[in-house]
């Protein structure tokens, strides 16, 4: 009997220490890179983590998948066409396909394919076309519930490669960028579509690449995201434009979606730098204090994430650890080179997406601290930019028409 009780404690231990979780959105459950998923592996085989299964023939995109409830979705492009296409988490077997729209007009034939991420709220789910069809479907059948074009119902704008952005969701709202001066930004009841209230903001420009962050300031909730001409804030009741900052630019390619920390947001330009603004009150409004700006700080396609106080990213040649209140580079390492990056149980992902290469580093400000790598089955022969995913113990990454999940759970 008392074997029996330490083996049941010693089960209740090992069940409570690792956490599964689902991953519903671009960048994961609070759009910052974090995953919630603990015990997880924390070195690899020498070939890397099993593979659970490969799905073939999905067309292509650069779209992140969204894991929620046992099934995995993703933007794909069949064709001239974009779809909504939903799988099995457990095998990767198709459940459904749905058309939403139609390829961006402007974008690249070097770039093919989706580029949102689909954004699942309970019962929906919503897809951004490349040409600007905002889809509300059921999450359970795909069937198409809602749509509204951001270029045809409201004018909008978008920039050299088409709409890119993944829509967020925030109570009753889904908050999108259609760009342009009198609809910069938007947010819709998420239900029906009816428009609940319209950014006007004339120096804003196109709309860009990133995609929308809650941020808090003052005691009051904004929405913070990248236009052509410089990163924005806008009152989220209103949508009146309540400061902008363009020391980052780089307009064209404002890809990175900013981070948030608490009043404070770090963004970045390809091509130019990155720094954070300090949110502060003023007046009846509220302003964004510059705090630093550093050339060699400049993460972009891949991401970035925010763990114990340093940002860590990479730019076009390195990865690199810098301070995120101060800027201070910690260190760079070329060895994977460009890549794109999450967090999970306190591991860093970092899947180069030039090399193929995915590697498991341990994050320190005292230099690059690499545990594992391996090199990414089928991969394709253009730039692997969806960025990985860790949901419900799985390594999700996604190869222009292949999506691999891997096993990462610790047995």
């Known amino acids: 009997m008392l074997r029996f009780g330490w083996m049941l404690l010693i089960s209740t231990v090992c069940v409570a220490t690792a956490q599964s979780a689902d991953w519903p959105q671009w960048r994961g459950p609070a759009r910052d890179g974090h995953s919630a998923d603990t015990g997880l592996l924390q070195t690899w085989p020498e070939a890397g983590p099993a593979l659970r299964w490969k799905a073939a023939d999905i067309g292509t995109g650069y779209s992140a998948p969204s894991i929620v409830k046992g099934r995995v979705y993703l933007q794909t492009t069949r064709g001239n066409e974009e779809c909504l296409l939903i799988l099995d988490e457990k095998t990767g077997a198709k459940i459904v396909e749905t058309p939403i729209g139609k390829v961006g007009v402007n974008r690249g034939p070097q770039y093919p394919g989706s580029r949102a991420t689909p954004t699942v709220d309970g019962e929906r789910v919503y897809c951004l076309a490349s040409d600007g069809e905002l889809v509300c479907l059921e999450s359970s059948s795909g069937a198409v519930k809602w749509r509204k074009h951001l270029r045809e119902d409201f004018g909008g704008v978008f920039g050299n490669w088409a709409y890119t952005e993944s829509v967020l969701v925030d109570g009753d709202a889904v908050i999108c960028t259609p760009g342009g001066e009198d609809a910069a930004l938007v947010a819709l009841n998420k239900l029906t579509g009816a428009t609940l209230w319209k950014s006007s903001i004339p120096d804003g420009g196109t709309a860009e690449y990133a995609s929308i962050m809650i941020a ?173 995913v860790v949901a419900n113990g799985g390594l999700y990454l996604r190869d222009q028409d292949v999506l691999l999940s891997y096993e990462v759970q610790a047995k």
């Not at 630093?292 to 763990?307: E, H, N, Q, W």
């Not at 890549?339 to 899947?351: E, P």
Request: net charge positive; hydrophobic share 35%; aromatic share 10%.
């Open 216 to 388: 808090q300031a003052a005691g009051a909730k904004e929405y913070v995201t990248f236009l052509r001409n410089g990163l924005v804030g806008v009152d989220a009741k209103t949508g009146k434009l309540l400061w902008m900052y363009n020391k980052t630019i780089d307009p064209g390619a404002n890809i990175l979606t900013p981070i948030v920390a608490g009043d404070r947001i770090f963004s970045s330009g390809s091509r130019t730098g990155g720094g954070v603004v300090q949110l502060k009150p003023a007046g009846d409004g509220v302003t964004a204090e510059p705090l630093y700006f550093d050339t060699k700080v400049a993460p972009s396609i891949g991401g970035a994430v925010l763990v114990d106080g340093n940002i860590y990213g990479t730019t076009q040649q390195s990865m690199f650890c810098a301070d995120f209140a101060t800027g201070t580079i910690h260190w760079t390492d070329r060895s994977v080179g460009p890549a794109s990056i999450c967090f999970a149980d306190k591991r860093l992902y970092v899947r180069g997406y030039n090399s193929g290469e995915v590697a498991l580093v341990e994050p320190s400000s005292a230099g690059y601290k690499e545990i594992s790598r391996f090199k990414q089955a089928d991969r394709s022969k253009i730039q692997a930019w969806p960025h990985p």
